[in-house]
C-alpha cells in the first residue's frame, strides 16, 4: 500500500530523521547512506500527534518494515522498549484527542516558527 505524503509529512519526516541522525533501533545505529525512515510511534492517522516531532521515531530499512524483528512486525513493545512506557502512554493521550488536519498542520506551522 502506498501512502501519500504531502508537504507538511515530507517535512516532519525530515526534521524526524535529522534528529535522531541514525536507526534508533539499540544494537543497530545505521547512518547515512542507509535508507533511514522517520515512524509515526502512534498511528499517522492520528491527527493530533500526526506533526508532532515526539511521535517520530528513526529506523534503518530494515527494522522499519524489512525483517522479523521490524516495528511492523513486532508492534509497541518494540517502540515501548525504546522509549520508555511513560512517554509511550503520553503520545498515546495525546493521539486521541480531536484535532482536524488543518489544526495539526497550523500547529507545526507555529512549531517550526520558534
Not at 58 to 85: A, E, L, P, W, Y
Request: charged share 35%; glycine share 8%.
Amino acid at each position: 500500500m502506498k501512502i501519500r505524503l504531502g508537504k507538511w509529512d515530507k517535512i516532519w519526516s525530515k526534521l524526524v530523521r535529522e534528529r535522531d541522525s541514525q536507526c534508533m533501533k539499540p544494537g543497530c545505529g545505521k547512518k547515512p547512506p542507509y535508507v533511514l525512515n522517520a515512524h509515526h510511534i502512534r498511528p499517522r492517522g492520528r491527527k493530533s500527534t500526526r506533526f508532532l516531532l515526539d511521535n517520530g521515531i528513526t529506523f534503518c530499512f530494515s527494522h522499519d518494515t524489512g525483517t522479523d524483528d521490524s516495528v511492523h512486525r513486532i508492534g509497541n513493545q518494540f517502540i515501548i522498549d525504546i522509549i520508555g512506557k511513560k512517554e509511550f502512554n503520553r503520545l498515546d493521550k495525546l493521539s486521541l484527542q480531536m484535532k482536524s488536519e488543518r489544526q495539526a498542520i497550523k500547529e507545526f506551522e507555529e512549531s517550526l516558527k520558534n
